[in-house]
């Protein structure tokens, strides 16, 4: 196990999961998990309740892998044949584990419940399996060596398997593996399609040397993922630190944030931190943008209002946008933008103010005034401007395309770069 | 294809699953459709930007099942590796697509952007591939058959994929596939929770006959999915019908749609239909209904306009609501709540207005006024009353579920239906 990173293979089980029913959310979790002990994970499966595909979906991954992770399928209903697949493999047969009948002895005594037909299932388990105690429920994890090799079988009840993986699984995962460490870093991106993106990093064998990047994008912006693995954390977090250097050396402006930070959580956090307020008028983005920044914890503190103009009656009287304004220049234009941006400014005696004024569709759109078209409005104590927009996509992903670049064009504002997109 | 169902694998590529960055949610949206059609998912695996796992997977895949369908590794950046792959596995090469070409160039010259370099590969695919059409992005979906079996490949950018799904994917299938039908329905329900609802429908041998019936569980309510396999579409049909009439029997007053449709638009179109309009006045759900009504394609027609009163002073100076009431009865508060509702009612002229004030957490909280505690205000011309309810979960999980109890707090009220939560 020296020199070459362990690796692992992941199979989740279930008809619920090859049926759509459900997201499976344990495969994400166990990765991350594992991925973290610096241990590879190589590929995943899902196969259904059936004995044959769950026999062969082990034999596959144990000659590829070291480690075998498996959820589901034991729990107990009719469908647990998971137990009766371990056996298949390890050509081995269930007996009756007293530890096992203890823990559901005592469960069952604190919830008033009498043993069942299906417990007498439930306390058999393949000989030569260790038993993982499940703290959440009544089906323990069970571990299996073959051959150097490990399969581990958890429920795939969600809280049952944490529960699992947390006390059992990854200790003894750390201790086996000996060495190699996996770091990861995202940066957020906007404003920037993927390819362009791409072009201003440039040359990638200069930029990374034996990191790894990949270009996750997005409707809010591309995330660019940084990975990187070596023997020691020290070795790891610097090349990360160097490949993110150079990727904002070349790209840094259009970087927001990193890791799960979103655009209204930098904005706010800039606001917060000058005493500075904001309040939104906005039209086509019809609330998400007020919605965005009241989804962040302390907005109250500078997050003064927000008005959702949908009609043209409210632009004028809500916001004071000049009647004839809307007339001569149409309620999607730069004007009426800077007039909302304006008039939501003044009566809130904001900092500043965000409007926004488009085209959303799927109706509505003009040869002149496409739909996906939209004016951003940006206002302060000093000037106004608006900037012209045209958004690909649905109605959604167009309100959620322009809330995005409203709230990056006050970062980009708050940090004196072009105010442009 | 007779007799037997057609049987289908999902694969999905990217090293941002294998580590559990991204919950994979393609693979539940894929297999319910596909399942939806008749066509049995058989297994589903994950692998990382390899190229031999890739093209051992596709290989694995095709030898087992009718049809193989891929996301991922479709963009236009380095770590596209799969149109390589498609061709190592069809023995083929790639070629110049112009239609992919016109599709891209229009494309760019709506958001005015210029070729870049990495344009240049993703107008090359896989000689005798069928291009499908992307509408949603710059890179198309692959169709590709061998020995009868298909291989389709699509972008792992989820709207991107499903456009190319619903749009292209889903009717090719069908047409392949004769035979088994499964039909599925879902009605949605909201303001209930799943263990009264189960009390509420009852048995369930009697109510299902031989249809499978779920309950999913989500902060806007309960889903309740039936399901029905059966030889003919008749057959399955009258069932489901039979299935949803005793249903709807027993708990409709909280049945508010089906299928995907969302309360704002069940509202919408109510208000659309009676020629009334809408206006709302939000503080704790910071603009999130006025978001959800204009997600609606038409709402222009009855939203009226919108007030994010977050600051005590806009709720004075925007919603005339009295200053001497917020300090005595406190910002959370029915009176507050009911000032709010009239006060925009007023002030728009529309037929009904709605508003919400709570502690959306998770700071703000005290012993009296908990962070959930949320108070909804709804006025028409006649009378304006507020309801009190007390949401769990985190910041947005309470704004998301405040603006659904609003939402349906004035679907019963159009209906008729009691007011209270």
Redo the contacts between chains.
């Keep these: 196990m020296t020199g070459r990173a362990m690796t692992a293979e992941l199979i989740t089980i279930g008809d619920e999961?090859?049926?759509?029913?459900?997201?499976?959310?344990n495969?994400?979790?166990?990765?991350?998990?594992?991925?973290g002990l610096g241990i590879?994970?190589?590929?995943?499966?899902?196969?259904?309740d059936d004995l044959d595909?769950i026999v062969a979906?082990f034999a596959d991954g144990m000659a590829r892998a070291d480690v075998v992770l498996v959820t589901g399928g034991l729990g107990p209903t009719h469908d647990d044949i998971t137990r009766t697949a371990v056996c298949r493999l390890l050509d081995t047969d269930l007996v009756v584990n007293e530890d096992v009948r203890r823990h559901i002895e005592s469960l069952l005594a604190i919830r008033n419940l009498s043993w069942s037909h299906a417990m007498d299932d439930q306390i058999r388990v393949p000989r030569a399996a260790t038993v993982l105690p499940n703290p959440a429920g009544t089906a323990p994890g069970l571990w299996c060596e073959r051959n150097g090799r490990v399969l581990v079988v958890m429920p795939g009840v969600p809280y049952e398997m944490k529960a699992i993986m947390e006390g059992s699984v990854l200790p003894r995962l750390a201790e086996r593996h000996a060495g190699r460490v996996?770091i990861?870093r995202?940066l957020r991106t906007t404003g920037i399609?993927?390819?362009?993106l791409?072009?201003q990093i440039g040359d990638?064998d200069e930029v990374l040397e034996t990191a790894?990047?990949?270009?996750?994008?997005?409707?809010r912006g591309v995330r660019l993922?940084i990975?990187v693995e070596a023997s020691e954390r020290g070795t790891a977090e610097a090349l990360v630190a160097r490949v993110e250097g150079r990727i904002r050396a070349r790209a840094g402006k259009y970087i927001y944030g990193t890791g799960d930070q979103e655009l209204e959580e930098v904005v706010g956090r800039m606001l917060a931190d000058r005493g500075l307020t904001l309040s939104?008028a906005?039209s086509c983005?019809?609330?998400?943008?007020?919605?965005r920044?009241?989804?962040v914890?302390?907005?109250?503190a500078y997050?003064?209002?927000?008005?959702?103009?949908?009609?043209n009656?409210?632009k004028v009287?809500?916001l004071g946008v000049p009647e004839g304004l809307i007339s001569r220049a149409g309620a999607v234009s730069k004007e009426v933008a800077e007039a909302m941006a304006r008039g939501i400014l003044e009566?809130?005696a904001s900092s500043f103010a965000l409007s926004t004024t488009g085209i959303?569709?799927?109706?509505g759109g003009t040869p002149g005034k496409?739909v996906?078209l939209v004016w951003i409005g940006i206002a302060d104590r000093r000037d106004v401007l608006a900037v012209k927009f045209?958004f690909?996509?649905?109605?959604?992903?167009i309100?959620e395309r322009a809330s995005q670049a409203a709230l990056e064009l006050l970062r980009r504002r708050l940090l004196g770069l072009d105010g442009g997109g």
Excluded at 212 to 219: I, K
Excluded at 303 to 311: H, I, L, P, Q
């Design positions: 999961l090859l049926i759509g029913q459900v997201v499976n959310t495969q994400a979790f166990i990765a991350e998990r594992v991925n590879r994970i190589a590929r995943m499966t899902t196969v259904g595909a979906s996996i990861q995202t399609p993927e390819s362009m791409a072009q990638l790894r990047l990949a270009f996750l994008p997005s409707p993922r990975s939104v906005e983005t019809g609330g998400e943008i007020a919605s920044i009241t989804d914890s302390g907005s109250s997050f003064e209002r927000g008005v959702v103009a949908y009609s009656r409210s009287e809500v009566r809130s959303a569709g799927p109706t496409p996906g045209t690909g996509g649905s109605r959604s992903l309100k």
